[in-house]
Structure formats: C-alpha cells, structure tokens
C-alpha cells in the first residue's frame, strides 16, 4: 500500500537516491517483470482472458472507488487518520496523484510502437526505392535531425546550465539548430496548416450553405446571424439604422448582439447541453463495458 | 552568424514552409508533398524528444531514480516498463493476446474515471437547466431596465425572462428526446419533438459555426501578417 | 455474462455503501468520512450508480435474449453503400479513429465501428487504410484488423502496413493524412471520434477527391464543418449507438437501451425540477436561509429569495458544512504535496 | 464539364475552388497594409472582463495561466498583449504558469519581452522579471496540477524555480510576487488565456476565487456556458474580444499604446467575412435562377 500512496519516504518500496540498494531494487524489479513477461507468454490460453479482464478490472477500480468510497472530511496535511475507512480514503487520495500518471507513462513505452509503424513504411520504400521513395528519406532525414539537435539541445540546458542558456548569446550550434527546427519550421507549419482551415471554411459553405432543406436554412440564418453580430461596422450601423445607438428601451432587444446573445443563451446553450447529457451517458455506459470487460474491443467477438 | 541575419534565415524559411503547405490548396504537388514529409519527420522526432523529455524524464525516471539527492528512489515504477513491453507482442501471431495487458490498464484506468466523473461535470448543468417557468411578477414584461434594480425587484421573474427560459428548457427537452434511440416513433408527440430537437440542434450548430469561422480567419489572418508584415516588411525591407 | 453475475453479486455491498453516506451528514457531530455524502452530495453518486444500475439491468435483459428495438440512423446505412462504390472504383476505404490522446472509449468505439466496416471490405477484398493519431490506439487497431481477416478467413489479404501511425501531433497529423487522401484517391472516408480544428481539413480534402464520407464528432464544435462538408453525419449520441445498431450484440443493444433508460431518468428530473421551482419560486420574502448545510431561521430581516434557496436547488447544490475534526498529529509526517 | 456552355446558374454554383481561394487570399493580405478605424460595440462579456481585470488592486499579484502556443497566436497574443497593458499600467505583478503545452511558457515570455521593449520605448520602467512577474512554468498533469493549485498553491509551486536577478534558479514562492500567498484565495483573479480547454479543467476544479477567461473564438460558444451561469466573471472571445478590450483601454488610456493586434486585424476579418457571405449569397442565387429554368 505504500508503494502507491508513497507517504512515508523510507520503506520497502522506496530506497535513498543514488543508493547502490536502490539500483539493486530497480535491477530486481526488472528481471522479476522480464520473468513475469517469459511467464506470461506460455500461459494457457484459458488463463487469457481472465488475466487481461482481472487487470482492466483492477485498474478500473481504483477510480470507482475513489469516488464511491466515503473521502476524509477536513483532512489536514501531516495528520492520521482517525478509523479505517478514513485511512482507506486517506491513501486513495495520497495514491490518486501516483495512479494518474500511469496511463500517460504507459502510452509512452507504447509509442515506440507508432515509430516503428513508420519507420517500417518509409524505410521499406527506400530499401525498394519504390514511387517517391526520395520523399520518405526526406522524412527520415528531418526524424534523425530532429532527434539528435532536441536532445543535443535538452541536455546542454540540463541542470546547472540551465539559466545561462535562457541567453540566446551563450547558444551553441546545437540549440540554434534545435530553436530553427523546431520554432522556425515546425512550429511555422503547425500554424500554416492551422490556417489552411479558412480556406476550406470558405469552400465548403460556398457549397454547403444552399436553402435547400428546413434545416440547412436555419443553420446558415443562424451562422449569419452572428457573423454579423461579430462585424463591429456592421454592427453598429446596425444599431444607428433602428436608433439604438446608444442602446435604450425596449428597442434594445433587436441590436444583433442582443439577438445573438439570446440565440446562444437560450437555445444553443441548452441543445449543446442535452448532447453533451447524452454523449457523457454514453462514455459512462461504454466505460462501465470497457472496465468490466463486456464486450471484446473491436466488437468481433 | 549574428542574430538579426539568423532571425531572418529562421523567417525565411518559416514562410517557405509555410508558402509550400498551403499549395496544396490549388492540388497535392511535389513541394506539398516535400514539406508535408519534412513535416511529419520533424514531429515523430519531437514527439521522441518530448516523450522522454516532457513526461516519461519526469513521471517515471526521476520517481525511480529520485529527483534530487534529499528524494527518495520508488523503484518498483521500474515495473511498468514490462508491462509497457508486452504491447510490442501485437506483431507476434503467437502471443499478440499480451498486447491487450497495457492497453487493458490504461483503458480500466479511463473507463473508472468516466464513473468518476460523469456527476461532476453534468450534476452542476443539470441544476443550472431548472429554471422557473412562471412569472413570478406581472408589474412590468420586462426586466426594468436603466436604474439598477432593487433586490427585491431583482429576485424577481418577468414575463419575459419566463419565455426565454420556457425557450430553454423546451429545447434542453426535445434535444434530448431526439437522442433517444429505443423507442418506436409512432407516438405523435414525441415525433414532433424530435423534429425539433433536430431543429434546435440546427439553431445551435449555426452559431457555433458562425464564431468559429471568426478564429479560423483570424489565424489566417495572422499568417498572412506574418507573411508580409513581418517577413516581408519588416525583415526584408527592414521598413515599420 | 459471467462477470456481470459477479457484479449482481457486489450490488449489495455498493448499496450499503450510499445508505452509509447517503443520509447525509449533520454538521453537529460530523463523521470523519464521508465528504461526497456531506449534505445533499450524496445525489451525485446516487444518480451515477442508477446509471450503472439501469445499464446493467438492461444488458442482462438483452443477453436474456429480449429483443430490444433501436430505431433507424441514417448514417450508418450509408456503411455499406459506401464500401460497395469503393469497391466498384478499386480504390482504398480510408478511416480515422479520432484523436484521442490515449486509447478510450471513444477511440476503442470508432474502431468498433470500423471493424465492422473493415469486415466489408474484407469480404470485397478492398484495400483499406487506417490512420492513428496514437500508438496505443495504433496497437488495438492493428490486432482488431489482424483478427477480422483471420475470422473472415481471408488472412492473406491482411497487410500489416494498412494500419498506420501518422503522427501525434495535431496538424503534422493532418498534413500526412490529407496528403493520403489525394495520393491514394481515397473512395469512402470515415471520420469517427475525437475530431478538433483538423476536422474541416479532412472532409474538405476528401471530398475534393470525390470520396463518400461518414462522419462524428465527439466535439460539438467541429459538428458543424462535418454537417457542412461530409455526406453524412453522426451526431453526438449517434456516435456511441452505432456499433450496437451495425452488429447488434446483446451487450451493446442493452446497455444502449439502459442509456435510454438514463436519458429518460434526466429528463424526468428536468422537468419536476423545472416545476418544483416554478412553483416554488415565486419571489417575495424568505426567513430562513441554509449556509454550510447548516439552517438559519428565524433571519434578523427577512431578505427576497433567490433560486438558491428553493428545494431543488438545494438537493443539486450540496453545499460544504465547515467541520473541524481533530485528527492526531503524524509523528513522522514529511513535507509532502496534498492531493485535492 | 466544359464550362463555357454552362447557364449563368451554373455557373454562380460552380465557381471554381481555386477562384475562391484566391479571392480570400487577396481580402486577407490588402488591409493588412493599411490602418482603418472600425467602429466598435463592445459585448458585455468584454466589458465584464475589462472591470475585472480593473478591479484589480495595485500591487497585488494575479495568477495568470498563459495556455496558448504558436498555433493559436492569431487571438490568444493579441488578449495577451491586451492583458498584460492593463496590469503592467496598473502595477500588478502576476505569476504565469500553464497545464497546456511545454511551448507555452516561451510564448508568454516573448509577449512579456516585447511589452517591455515597448515601454522602455514610451520611457517607462520595464516589469522585472523575479520582482514584478515570475514565470511558474508547465505542470504536465493538467488536472492533478489544478487539483493541487486549488488544493494548497503553496506546495504545488513548492519544486516550482524562477531566475532571480542574481542569474541562478530560486522557488518561486521566495520570489516578492508570490511570497505573500498563502492559499489560492489571496490572487484577486485567476486569469486564463487558454487556445486548448484547460479552461473547463480549471472551472471545474477552482471556484474559491474570480476566474477570468481569454479564449479563442471557437471556444467562445462552450465557455459562455459558464459566464452565464456566473461560474466566470468576464469572457473575452476570439478577436473581437481583443478588439473590444482594445477600444476600452483606448477610453481609458488615451495616450499610450492600446491598438495592437485586434485594430490590425479587425478590419481584414470584415472582409473576409463579407467575401465568405457573398459567396454563400452567390451559391444560393444560381440555385434559384437554376430552379426556375427547370421550372418554367
């Protein structure tokens, strides 16, 4: 319990850092996990399922719990707990700080999954030199660069350096070429293709905003609607024209910010709730499935 | 190289780059293509740099290793990595059954916290949904406008105010009746009120439309200040 | 059905549990636990757990073999359409499960969803391309095609290069699959998941390559650029309806019914809560007023009410009692973060 | 199709997509090279937002969480800009801190950089970094971080360091802005210009003090949500946002920089929106002129 509530420093689980102990731990650690990986690969098939339904099952219900299970009240740093619930509810929230990186520390080790998928594809068609195979060493190319200048750049910022580096003039080649990698071109493209967006906003309402059914009409006069309402000149000649300007009396109601702003308030914030009410029942009906192992991801069951 | 010529290669490049992804706009073309490829590199080798450097440096390593000398190691975080290992199993046709352990995990984990949290976050819109239908004054239709309200006249519901919430609680309904997937529509009422759920729905969708094309333009907007303002003006003309 | 028999089993147990809290608490002589009961929170993991519960029921019902009725989504009969012109055409069935930063439900949804396109295209024999914005989701993809082709019999036509990892970062992400979309002319696209800004990119792109699209967005935002530029939509809810309406499991038949169930239930309450404070809230003065979970009457003047004071609003409002409890010191406490 | 023997409906529903490309392309160059004031009326929200922020009392310190990147710069820098004008000329210090992305916190110090150029220009004394801002930096588990912000502040920035002006790293919370904080509660504000939904994350976890939101326009719809229901104070969406906060510091201070981003920018979005409304406009007359040819 305490390797994952992680309260008291010294324990079992948690040696002195740079402890030769500690690294003999570590060491242990993994060679019982490689062992238990080896185990697991000639386990029966009937053993499976169970296993994978028991973990997902555990991992999930740790969360249920932690909601469920009645939490400390007016708990204070550097008390006890007063009975054992308490101290149930004590280390859930001392491990939910732990349990929540899990699952980004997991994807990670998974990513060299997706590096893999690419550099399969791409270094097939250069080993071939298949159609465009000049185009995957480009990307290839930029990969590695990118790889070796963010690290080159990472570890001369390590540490002690670090606060000299925030001073562009005490750069070395390695952090200019990391900053014109990654702020000059990566970051420009995001942006571009960012942008790339507005162009297709156009085209696609040029081709899509025809009065042709009830409903197509009432999304493009409500889209005008606040398209207008954004255009400050328009606007405002808005208000001179219906003398509203400034805004006063009933007549106050018909400026295209009032319009607007009673569009939102009244009926789009109420039809996004009631979608949001169904898509949060959704994810609550599929989470309960997924932790419980109902149905086989994929549906092929 | 001194910095105003460096700041000016990075711009240059920046707008090539920036130039050569939006040609894709007239078709796919090899400069596209070029940057595109340049593109995905440098974000798969970003993505390896930030992996270690953002998350795994700081939530895993350093856990195990202890961050600063006073820290102490946790080193059974060492475990996850096994158990990361078994998704590469996936390409094995014998044993791609282990892939499922470490995506078993990390779903079990975001599936508890879809129980955990559905309350949370519609519990509060759900209470801000009740609102009063019935005027609870009749003296004006109106909010009185202008002089600020008193209290009292401020703890009030007018007319007006009565409509738009009936407004809203009547789209809040058949907004929710329209995604109502198990029942046979033959009943009249709640046909009508699922057509005008999808109506209402409509209303909504048009006006996010509507202030989102305002960012997306802004963007656009911003590069091409970028483009000319500040490559073209500033940095090759040296001009504002 | 095995575990959910477990489950029936542990009911009692979870019941017990809200009893436990769900009285609520008096602030007088407070409990040490408890905080998520604490005066009218107990609501909330009530309403979770009717949830669980209707679900639950309703699937065991649908494995009971009870047919249950799901009507007609438009979207999805466009599935098979799509896929047979791809097939006429020769050319690849593109799709993309979204871009959720980790494996969830929603990716692991619109991969239910795909396998079942995938199984189509199988049958046909058409190439298929999925793009993955994750490498976990990357994973479960590729073991999901691996087993449609070996259950369809056909693993020769599988091809470990038609799932890929695109990228993981946003907009490298979309360059690359635009750029697939146009070199591989793509037939029929299927969006289906998490989609942000990149979403118009992709319907756009595809339909200037002439490709029928399917399309969802669990974020209402981009649900119009897809209504706008794809030929057809799944709105919100839809989304998560569609793999029980294409194979119609019992498990997923059920638990949609059960969503029903839920729906209604948040229906009923809107409405008695709407009616509850419309009648209760009809201005005028109040005398009595709870702060803290603790009731005040009679108050010095009485004051005009508020929404906060009606019933309703009260039960939805927990409001947090301030209670002091002593707890005895920890000797060898260290200076540690408190997790909220 | 060949398009010379097309009817003129066919031809206003078919313009080609390049034509329109190009045209949207030129309306969102030309303005940029000239000024030209747009008069403006500014949403409440706005407005709301600019009180706030001015209720501020000099010398205190608001949390700002700076959530914006690169990608996003179009809106977030010019609210930003906006933002830090108003508290560096009413002597606020703030401390920036991001749940959103490892690049954010170099975007702010840009902005902040920049600023201070410029005040150094119009001969006022620029914000010291450590004595009037610091920079918290990027907390990468967005909710715990939130969690524990709201939770004990003190201890969430615990391991959190800053530059002192002797060059070397110091904690933050020894640094003059922060080290009368005690517990969240004692920020008049937390102010959040965010381009990701961080903000929910951040509704949904502090509600001990105001919150202020600056976000982009497409967020805008989802965010007044919560300042309707008063969970926000003040709401500055996308560039007309930045535009009306402009136009109000304008009122304000007559005599120093206030038109940024917003003034260059807003003229060309009238334009581009007029172009994207008179090409639906065009698409829908070819569509009549074409049904009443099948009609007739």
């Known amino acids: 319990m305490d390797l994952l509530a992680q309260v008291p420093p010294e324990s079992f689980w948690s040696q002195a850092s740079g402890s030769s102990g500690l690294y003999m731990h570590v060491a242990i650690a993994l060679i019982v996990g490689i062992a238990v990986m080896f185990g697991l690969m000639n386990a029966p098939t009937r053993l499976r399922r169970p296993i994978v339904v028991g973990l997902t099952f555990i991992s999930g219900l740790f969360y249920v719990l932690l909601y469920f299970w009645p939490a400390p009240i007016a708990r204070t740093p550097g008390t006890l707990p007063v009975s054992t619930p308490d101290a149930v509810g004590f280390w859930l929230s001392d491990a939910l700080t732990v349990v929540a990186n899990f699952s980004s520390i997991l994807s990670g080790f998974l990513l060299g999954l997706g590096i893999y998928s690419l550099v399969r594809i791409h270094g097939r068609k250069i080993a071939k030199q298949q159609k465009d195979w000049g185009f995957s060493a480009v990307l290839m190319a930029s990969m590695v660069i990118m790889i070796v200048f963010g690290y080159g750049d990472w570890i001369s910022k390590l540490g002690a350096n670090g606060p000299k580096m925030d001073n562009q003039a005490n750069w070395g080649f390695v952090n200019y070429a990391r900053d014109f990698f990654f702020d000059g071109m990566l970051q420009q493209m995001d942006a571009a293709m960012f942008s790339v967006i507005a162009f297709y906003i156009l085209s696609a309402a040029y081709r899509a905003f025809r009065i042709r059914s009830i409903e197509a009409t009432i999304l493009l006069a409500t889209a005008l609607i606040v398209m207008l309402s954004l255009m400050g000149a328009v606007e405002f000649g808005w208000a001179n024209a219906i003398g509203q300007n400034p805004p006063h009396g009933f007549g106050e109601n018909f400026t295209l910010t009032s319009i607007k702003t009673f569009i939102v308030d009244n009926v789009q914030n109420p039809s996004l709730r009631g979608i949001d009410f169904g898509i949060g029942i959704g994810a609550l009906a599929m989470g309960l499935r997924l932790w419980l192992s109902l149905e086989k991801a994929g549906g092929t069951a | 190289m001194k910095p105003e010529t460096y700041q000016l290669l990075k711009l240059t490049f920046g707008v090539i780059a920036t130039v050569g992804l939006y040609t894709v706009l007239y078709k796919e073309n090899k400069f596209y293509r070029f940057f595109e490829h340049v593109f995905l590199g440098l974000a798969a080798g970003w993505t390896l740099v930030a992996i270690w450097t953002e998350t795994l440096y700081d939530s895993w390593w350093s856990k195990i290793m202890g961050s600063t000398g006073a820290a102490n190691g946790y080193w059974a975080y060492a475990l996850l990595l096994p158990i990361g290992l078994m998704g590469y199993f996936v390409f094995s046709k014998k044993h791609n059954w282990m892939s499922r352990i470490p995506i078993g995990i990390i779903l079990g984990l975001w599936s508890g916290q879809q129980i955990q949290v559905w309350w949370k976050r519609y519990g509060p819109q759900l209470a801000d949904s009740v609102k009063p239908i019935f005027p609870s004054t009749t003296s004006s239709f109106t909010v009185p406008g202008g002089s600020k309200p008193t209290p009292f006249e401020a703890a009030q519901v007018y007319p007006s105010q009565a409509i738009c919430n009936l407004i809203f609680v009547i789209t809040l309904l058949s907004v929710l009746s329209y995604f109502l997937f198990s029942f046979d529509l033959k009943n009249r009422f709640l046909k009508n009120s699922t057509t005008m759920g999808r109506w209402l729905l409509m209303v909504g969708f048009g006006a996010i439309f509507g202030s989102t094309v305002m960012m997306r333009f802004t963007l656009l907007i911003d590069r091409m200040y970028f483009i000319w303002i500040e490559w073209f003006m500033h940095g090759l003309l040296h001009k504002g | ?340 | 199709m060949d398009p010379t023997n097309l009817s003129l409906a066919e031809k206003l529903q078919s313009l080609p997509k390049s034509a329109l490309y190009i045209i949207l392309f030129v309306a969102t160059s030309i303005p940029l090279f000239f000024t030209i004031p747009i008069p403006n009326k500014e949403s409440k929200a706005s407005i709301d937002f600019y009180q706030e922020v001015q209720k501020v009392p000099e010398g205190s310190t608001v949390l700002i969480a700076s959530d914006w990147t690169n990608a996003t710069r179009g809106e977030s820098a010019g609210e930003y800009k906006a933002l830090l004008r108003i508290l560096m000329r009413k002597k606020v210090k703030f401390a920036v801190y991001t749940t959103a992305d490892p690049q954010a916190p170099q975007a702010s110090k840009d902005v902040i950089r920049f600023i201070n150029d410029e005040r150094v220009a119009a001969k006022q004394k620029p914000y010291e970094r450590w004595t009037d801002w610091v920079n918290v930096g990027y907390f990468p588990n967005g909710e715990g971080a939130t969690n524990s912000i709201a939770s004990n502040v003190r201890s969430a920035f615990a391991d959190k360091k800053d530059f002192s002006p002797d060059g070397a790293l110091h904690p933050v919370m020894e640094s003059p802005v922060l080290k009368n904080i005690q517990k969240v509660e004692d920020f008049p504000a937390l102010i959040i210009v965010t381009g990701s939904n961080t903000s929910n994350v951040a509704i949904e976890r502090i509600n001990s003090l105001p919150i202020l939101l600056a976000v982009t326009g497409v967020m805008g719809p989802e965010m007044n949500v919560y300042y309707t229901s008063g969970q926000v104070k003040g709401l500055v969406t996308g560039l007309k946002g930045v535009y009306d906060i402009e136009t109000l510091m304008q009122k304000d201070y007559p005599d120093q920089v206030n038109l940024d981003n917003g003034a260059k920018y807003y003229p060309t979005l009238h334009l581009a929106l007029v172009v994207l409304i008179v090409t639906v406009i065009i698409g829908n007359l070819g569509m009549f002129l074409g049904r009443k040819r099948s009609e007739a």
Not at chain 3, 122 to 130: D, M, Q, S, T
Not at chain 3, 175 to 191: M, Y
């Open chain 3, 1 to 340: 059905m095995r575990h959910l028999a477990n489950l029936r089993r542990a009911l009692p147990a979870l019941v017990l549990l809200l009893i436990l809290g769900g009285c609520g608490v008096d602030p007088a002589n407070p409990p040490a636990v408890g905080k998520q009961y604490v005066d009218t929170a107990w609501v909330g993991p009530f309403m979770t757990f009717l949830l669980v519960v209707f679900v639950l029921i309703n699937i065991s019902r649908a494995g009971r073999g009870k047919d249950l009725y799901i009507r007609r989504i438009a979207g999805l009969n466009a599935i098979d359409e799509a896929v047979g012109r791809a097939t006429e055409m020769g050319r690849p069935v593109l799709m993309v499960p979204g871009l959720s930063d980790t494996v969830d439900a929603i990716a692991v949804q619109a991969l239910n969803v795909f396998a079942y396109v995938t199984k189509l295209a199988a049958k046909f024999g058409n190439p298929i391309l999925i793009c993955c914005y994750n490498a976990a989701v990357y994973t479960v993809a590729q073991e999901i095609t691996r087993d449609i082709y070996q259950s369809e019999g056909v693993p020769e036509r599988y091809d470990q290069d038609s799932v890929r990892f695109i990228s993981d970062r946003q907009f490298a992400f979309a360059a690359g699959v635009s750029g697939l979309i146009q070199r591989e002319q793509a037939a029929a696209t299927f969006f289906l998941g998490q989609f942000y800004a990149e979403s118009l990119i992709f319907a756009e792109t595809a339909n200037a390559a002439g490709a029928i699209q399917v399309a969802s967005s669990t974020q209402n935002t981009q649900t119009p650029f897809f209504i706008a530029a794809c030929d057809y939509v799944l709105i919100g809810d839809e989304f998560y309806a569609a793999s029980a309406y294409l194979n119609r499991q019992p498990v997923l038949v059920g638990s949609l019914v059960g969503q029903d169930w839920s729906k209604l239930l948040v229906i009923g309450l809107a409405i008695i809560g709407v009616l509850a404070n419309s009648v209760q809230f009809r201005g005028g003065m109040v005398s009595e007023e709870k702060k803290n979970a603790v009731t005040h009457q009679p108050l010095a003047e009485p004051r005009p009410m508020g929404l906060g004071d009606t019933f309703v609003n009260q039960m939805l409002k927990p409001q947090a009692p301030k209670i002091k409890i002593d707890r005895p010191i920890d000797p060898d406490a260290p200076k540690k973060k408190d997790e909220g």
